[in-house]
């Protein structure tokens, strides 16, 4: 485990020990910890994994022995003076989530591995917005928790334009793969960022009613939910532009259809006449086998019946809208 403190004037970042991370949080009036866990436990690890989290930190409490643990879901609560939440923050096109405990002094965060982290962002916040307090450093960790699944939904949806692009350039089949990898993308951003802003969004309504909740916090408040619905905004944006491109695509599979029937009923319209006339004139019947007996007799009916109706078929073809949108797709 890797205890990280974030230094507010500066926001500088040091690393401390689990026993200084204890002592600092039972005095410092104001302290931001990142905490990283390992992804995977060792063997030697496995003693200490099974005490929580928030106990090995001094925060004694039973309601928090959800805070660093591998199961925990999204969380949005007001323990007392404490707040616990789970964040789902988004890093390489995965969901990754991290635990957040903040009170009047102290913001704690912990996640498991680097790629979950938002210790480097949240550093730059503090460095830019110097946080009055540990609550103010706690929404912009919500802030950013949002500006993950911005970007994620953003990038995501200039691929799903650049490919409805190249669809109607030309059409692959890999395109439909990778549609269906952005379609499943958005739906996981959806799924994972909904209920937890359910959440976060009934337990902030909840404390804004109450009358002890400062105006400033107030204020912070508003601007995560205002926040918070226009990225679910995008999200949803991403997933009508991925229903959009999967309709374009099949619009294209159906129009190369239409040619292909098309041209097979340019051909039935061509050979109808030449099977009907081949097999009018394979019948043995009297007209056919005793009037029938020259070799200009049969050029005349055999062939040349055969080429009027290969003429007049075209001719009618090419009147036709049929041969007009032929050679317009064309």
Known sequence: MIVTMVSVPDGGTARISVAEARRRLATDPFLLLGVELPEEEGPAEEGPAEEPLARRLGLDDEDLEWFGARDASVRAEFLGDTAGFVVPVVRDEQVALVHALASERFLVIAHRGRRAGLERDITAQVRRERPPDAVAALFLLLQEALTTFRRAAVHALLQVEELEDDMFERRRPEQVYRLSQLRRHSAVLHHALLPYLQGVDEVITRRMMSRDF?????????????????????????????????????????GEQNGVINRLAIVSVIFLPLSFLTGFFGMNFEFLTNRLETRDEFWLLAVGLQMVAVVGSLFLLHRSRIWRRLRDDD
Do not use: K
């Open 214 to 254: 400062p105006a400033e916090r107030q204020r912070l408040a508003q601007e995560f939910q205002r926040a918070a619905r226009l990225v679910l905004a995008d999200i949803e944006s991403l997933q009508d532009a991925t229903r959009r491109a999967f309709a374009s695509y099949g619009s294209l599979v159906a």
